[in-house]
């Protein structure tokens, strides 16, 4: 217990007690520390699969709060509204916050801190959710970068902190009342895939570490050739933690310091692409649902979601493997192999000449680590709508990456159960994730390709060469 007047933390995208700035902020000096989370309308308006994770990470998060001797208070409404209630039933001084980056958060809370400091309440924001604050890292001309390989060679040996420890906990004398996580609902949107992604999900701080632990110690050193084949575990698998925070970039940052090797340089080098999506979405915000690139707004893209291409896609009835066992994948884990992420995009704005805001909207529905500026540089990269893209003439051929980064088809069968004699239990988690009214069977027939790979690609670079001139 402790006199002082308590101090609100409002978690949002950080669900971490350790390398949580804010939080040590709040708790400097033994004040109480009320730990808020609020379910406001960016929460309400993320897709199935974010939401559901995020209900799972708020479980384990209050257990951990638990067991350090403080509780998580939720509630439901407009956050500003939500702080001042809070502020009157615990006399608390100040509110802290970790910040974020999409446009919707920072409107949200730009209004917040400022009607709270109109009430004469501390109201600070504070840094975690990125190695780099956006407005720190400029060109020499005083810009920001739009191009990755510069951006790397800026930030790469820049000095940066120590991950500040887990802070102790002071609780305040009286809690607020709290709201039950369980009447949210937050998962009811999954439905039946629920149950199948749960067996393949760990949420957590502690979860995160152990799998950090273990990538260091064993995979990190082939990172940079293990990293894109399909069918290996060489990926660190840290998308869903660092999506809501729980594990911050810099504690991985930090411990992939302590392995030697081209391989931990490709992996700080991939968290320097995830900065480069938040610093491109900070200085333009338009990232997140239109073309960067102007010249590409009139581009010929199907955007009718109904048409039967489209369903295939989303299915994984494309009749291209590689492209089928990735959305597969998808519906039984709630991820994707990053390298399969841009065979599907490519396959779908490139082969099939439909819009990339119609896979964007799909990934922002299906994928448990879902990230705002990861997902949309991803796909106007591929598209080649967006800054630093491959140029539009390098088509992913689906044959000539399964050759490649999946030679002995083991992914493939992995997700594929048509035409498999006895297909294996991954494979057949699919047609238990997926909504029954699909209709789909494990002995149904492989199907045809929708669209020949020669055909799709000269489509486009038709198309390409057409909205050029």
Not at 97 to 110: C, F, G, I, K, V
Not at 129 to 137: A, D, M, R, S
Not at 230 to 239: C, I, L, P, Q, R
Not at 444 to 462: Q, T
């Amino acid at each position: 217990m402790s006199t002082k007047p308590p101090c609100i933390l409002w978690f949002r995208r950080d669900l971490r007690l350790a390398d949580h700035p804010a939080l040590r902020a709040a708790a400097e000096g033994g004040r109480p520390v009320i730990p808020v989370f609020i379910r406001d309308h960016t929460v309400d308006g993320l897709g199935a699969a974010p939401r559901w994770r995020l209900d799972r990470g708020l479980e384990v998060f209050a257990e951990a709060l638990e067991a350090a001797g403080s509780r998580l208070i939720l509630r439901a409404g407009p956050a500003l509204e939500v702080l001042r209630e809070l502020v009157k039933e615990t006399g608390a001084e100040a509110v802290y916050w970790s910040r974020l980056y999409d446009p919707a958060a920072r409107e949200r809370d730009a209004r917040v801190k400022e009607g709270l400091r109109d009430d004469g309440l501390e109201a600070k924001s504070f840094p975690g959710h990125l190695l780099f604050e956006p407005w720190t890292v400029e060109t020499g001309q005083g810009g920001f970068y739009k191009v990755f390989t510069p951006y790397w060679k800026a930030v790469r040996g820049r000095d940066l902190p120590k991950p500040c420890p887990k802070p102790t906990l002071h609780t305040p004398d009286r809690w607020p009342d709290s709201e039950d996580r369980a009447d949210w609902g937050l998962g009811h949107a999954m439905r039946r895939g629920a149950a199948v992604v749960a067996e393949r999900v760990a949420p957590g701080e502690a979860a995160a570490n152990r799998r950090f632990g273990q990538f260091v110690a064993r995979r990190i050193k082939d990172y940079d050739t293990e990293r894109d084949m399909v069918a290996e575990d060489g990926t660190s698998g840290m998308s869903q933690y660092l999506s809501l925070g729980e594990v911050s970039p810099l504690t991985l940052w930090t411990k992939s310091l302590e392995a030697k090797g081209k391989g931990a340089e490709t992996f700080r080098k991939e968290l320097a692409w995830r900065e480069f999506a938040y610093h491109l979405m900070f200085h333009t915000p338009h990232l997140t649902d239109a073309p960067w690139r102007e010249e590409w707004r009139h581009f010929p893209w199907n955007e009718d979601e109904r048409r039967r291409e489209v369903i295939a896609w989303k299915r994984g009835r494309t009749g291209e493997p590689l492209v089928d066992a990735a959305m597969r994948e998808m519906y039984v884990t709630g991820r994707m192999h990053n390298r399969a992420r841009m065979v599907v995009a490519s396959h779908l704005c490139k082969h099939l000449l439909c819009h990339w805001r119609i896979g964007l909207r799909w990934f922002e529905e299906h994928l448990v680590d879902w990230d705002p500026a990861n997902n949309a540089l991803g796909w106007q990269w591929v598209a080649g709508s967006g800054p630093d893209a491959a140029p539009y003439f390098r088509v992913f051929n689906p044959e000539t990456q399964a050759d490649r980064f999946d030679p002995d088809g083991d992914y493939r069968k992995r997700w594929i159960a048509e035409g498999q004699a006895d297909p294996p239990d991954t494979a057949l988690s699919f047609f238990d994730a997926i909504p029954e009214g699909w209709a789909m069977r494990p002995g149904d027939s492989y199907p045809e390709r929708i669209v020949g790979l020669k055909e799709g690609r000269e489509r486009a670079l038709a198309a390409y060469e057409e909205t050029k001139a």
